[in-house]
């Protein structure tokens, strides 16, 4: 990230105006401050729009990676402008549900654009009566089904997208539980939905 001088960027305070009547007809003078002015005007123009900068939806797209690292946000130069606009944006609400499922859809719909369905519960188990047996324990087993959002035909580059699916479920999942992925090509029937 840097900025720089922009051309033809006047100064919302220019320095020449302000020096003392002596200096007003000085060329030398006003030819050296408004040099000055160049280099400040961006200086002014940022300090202006300070609260932009910390929008991820006004910010410029060269300080949007760093807002990222700001809030632990995913940030991808590949990505158009809107969606790194937006994972940023979401960044710290989707802390707040990490290690869930709420959280793990959330994340992989803003992060790679996919719709899921998370079937199991990880292993937990729990008894609502307290003292009481403890039920049989559970498969310790997640299922996360991914899809392409967009309806239509499938094209290679979702099928190359299945290690990216992979590698977020493993950094999202609970180290406890085992996650398997499945890539599928729409969303699914019925009959998928109960396996």
């Known amino acids: ?3 720089a001088a922009v051309p033809g960027l006047p ?3 220019p320095i020449g105006e302000q020096l003392p009547a002596l200096y007003a007809d ?3 003078a006003q030819r050296f401050t408004a040099g000055l002015d160049t280099v400040l005007a ?3 123009t940022t300090l202006d729009n300070l609260p932009s900068y910390f929008d991820p939806r006004l ?10 690292t700001w809030v632990g946000g995913t940030d991808d130069p590949r990505w158009p402008l809107a969606l790194r606009r937006e994972a940023v944006a979401g960044a710290v609400e989707l802390h707040r549900w990490s290690g869930t499922r709420r ?3 959330e994340t992989l719909r803003l992060v790679l654009g996919v719709s899921a369905d998370i079937t199991g519960d990880g292993g937990a188990a729990w008894s609502s009566t307290a003292g009481g047996a403890m039920p049989p324990a559970p498969a310790d087993e997640v299922v996360v089904r991914v899809w392409p959002r967009h309806s239509g035909a499938v094209d290679s580059a979702h099928e190359a997208d299945a290690d990216r699916v992979r590698a977020l ?4 999942c609970p180290v406890h539980t085992i996650c398997r992925v499945e890539v599928l090509p ?7 939905g109960r396996q």
């Open 1 to 3: 990230m840097s900025r």
């Open 169 to 172: 479920v493993r950094s999202l």
């Open 103 to 105: 959280g793990l859809v």
């Open 42 to 44: 961006p200086v002014f």
């Open 59 to 68: 910010a410029p797209a060269d300080f949007l990676a760093w807002l990222a």
């Open 26 to 28: 000085d060329d030398f």
């Open 11 to 13: 100064s919302r305070h």
């Open 186 to 192: 729409g969303p699914p029937t019925s009959e998928e």
